[in-house]
T-cell receptor, first 114, second 111 residues
């Protein structure tokens, strides 16, 4: 059974540019969540999608957006990149995102903004 | 007050000893609790989940939950050098579906 697949693994972008990250969940998983991980802040919740609807949103500026497609694949977009956006972006999927379910994480996309 | 708090460590234990990792949370109505292990440069992997007060054992790992004290812990028996990693506590607050993570405790198992 394939795991959570994130692409690309590494990205280097310039300030002001925009970036799109992709996540394919485990087959059958309908919930996809995105997290930003930095050494100082740990794992910060960005948003969660379930059946193409954003169900939860973290405290990030509007430059961070996402969407989920009918096949449960999800994309995350960051516009007008800032140096502080450099981080590991992790996608996690679960069967229904309900109370009793933990997440399975992908390998992450490491974004460096220069 | 942070929603989920962990001591950042490092927690250093000798090989073969018991490692005890602790986590407190602020939302009293939290129902689901998870421990993740993250090796350097890797993504977190789920190692334990617990939902009811008391202990839950899985191999060398035991998760302990005390909802009255808003406290969850992870015990690792017979610690091995391969257990050296950062351990993340995650809590599902209230009826929300998202997981909130602590900043993690770095565990070092020494030979």
């Amino acid at each position: 059974k394939a795991g959570v697949t994130q692409t690309p693994r590494y990205l280097i972008k310039t300030r002001g540019q925009q970036v799109t990250l992709s996540c394919s969940p485990i087959s059958g998983h309908r919930s996809v969540s995105w997290y930003q991980q930095t050494p100082g802040q740990g794992l910060q919740f960005l948003f969660e999608y379930f059946s193409e609807t954003q169900r939860n949103k973290g405290n990030f500026p509007g430059r961070f957006s996402g969407r989920q497609f009918s096949n449960s694949r999800s994309e995350m977009n960051v516009s007008t990149l800032e140096l502080g956006d450099s981080a590991l972006y992790l996608c996690a999927s679960s069967t229904d995102g309900g109370q009793g379910y933990g997440y399975t994480f992908g390998s992450g996309t490491r974004l460096t903004v220069v | 007050q942070k929603e989920v708090e962990q001591n950042s460590g490092p927690l250093s234990v000798p090989e073969g000893a018991i490692a005890s990792l602790n986590c407190t949370y602020s939302d009293r109505v939290s129902q689901s609790f998870f421990w993740y292990r993250q090796y350097s440069g890797k993504s977190p992997e789920l190692i334990m989940s617990i939902y009811s007060n008391g202990d839950k054992e899985d191999g060398r790992f035991t998760a302990q939950l005390n909802k009255a004290s808003q406290y969850v812990s992870l015990l690792i028996r017979d610690s091995q050098p391969s257990d050296s990693a950062t351990y993340l506590c995650a809590v599902r607050p209230g009826t929300a579906s998202k997981l909130t993570f602590g900043t993690g405790t770095r565990l070092q198992v020494t030979l």
